[in-house]
């Protein structure tokens, strides 16, 4: 059995505003096993993205406690790598400068790390672009320099941010079909914020459900799809997909 690596305890999350505190979270709490891909859902502006925010040490939580690999955290951390809705790729850079940023920016640029880059580079089919710029790439191969960019450090969680929300339909279910893969082939373990229920279900091993504002935890559903090799396209196609959705769109409702 796969150990917990990133849990949350009573998260809870307030705003000062002029007309006094608003209450963003109220005692959010969940697991994430090691190795498992959890979908973050929830209605329009409940803060699911803060949750985010405050697992990567960008906000501070208001009480409660996090803790990743059997640590305490408050702060940013290089065992969290962070991927946001747009690729964030620096025109002026190369594909290769471009994934070796978080490596240079974290002083971790070392000859053992850049090899890992080339290796996955050569894996993913990106090296022989790797002197281009990111203009000359497609919408879903950025979002893979992006990824492997992410990977470079060698986190322990991955936060996925509506990271594919810019990409036009069709686009955005081969990337996730192409990031899924990529994913689960370095055993990464993945939290992943989105508003797509059939994204959530198609890639989620678990999916975890927020309610309006001010949010708390609605429901946790473990997802299964037996007999298939999983990964998006494949779960789209089963019947289970249907019953997922028809669940987590009622839980969705905000009048429930």
Not at 114 to 139: A, C, H, M, R, W
Not at 165 to 189: F, H, P, W
Request: glycine content about 6%; proline content about 3%.
């Amino acid at each position: 059995m796969s150990k917990e690596i990133l849990t949350l305890k009573d998260v809870s999350k307030k705003y000062q505003a002029k007309n006094g505190e608003i209450e963003a979270l109220k005692n959010i709490t969940f697991s994430v096993n090691e190795g498992d891909f959890v979908s973050l859902i929830g209605p329009s502006g409940c803060g699911k993205s803060t949750v985010l925010s405050i697992i990567a040490g960008l906000e501070e939580k208001s009480g409660g406690k996090i803790m990743l690999d059997g640590e305490e955290i408050s702060t940013i951390s290089n065992k969290i790598g962070y991927m946001l809705q747009k690729d964030s790729l620096l025109e002026w850079r190369t594909i290769y400068k471009n994934v070796i940023l978080g490596l240079e920016v974290t002083k971790q640029r070392t000859k053992e790390n850049e090899d890992y880059v080339i290796d996955l580079l050569k894996k993913y089919n990106l090296y022989e672009f790797k002197d281009k710029y990111p203009t000359q790439l497609s919408g879903g191969m950025r979002q893979r320099v992006a990824l492997i960019r992410t990977l470079a450090i060698k986190p322990k969680i991955l936060l996925l941010d509506e990271a594919f929300s810019a990409l036009d339909y069709q686009t955005r279910i081969m990337v996730t079909n192409d990031i899924y893969n990529i994913l689960k082939k370095e055993g990464k373990t993945v939290l992943m914020v989105t508003h797509d229920i059939s994204e959530a279900i198609s890639m989620g091993d678990k999916i975890v459900v927020l309610s309006n504002r001010p949010a708390v935890v609605k429901a946790i559903h473990n997802i299964e799809f037996p007999n298939i090799e999983k990964n998006p396209v494949n779960c789209r196609n089963c019947p289970e997909f249907s019953k997922y959705f028809d669940t987590l769109w009622r839980e969705l409702d905000v009048h429930a």
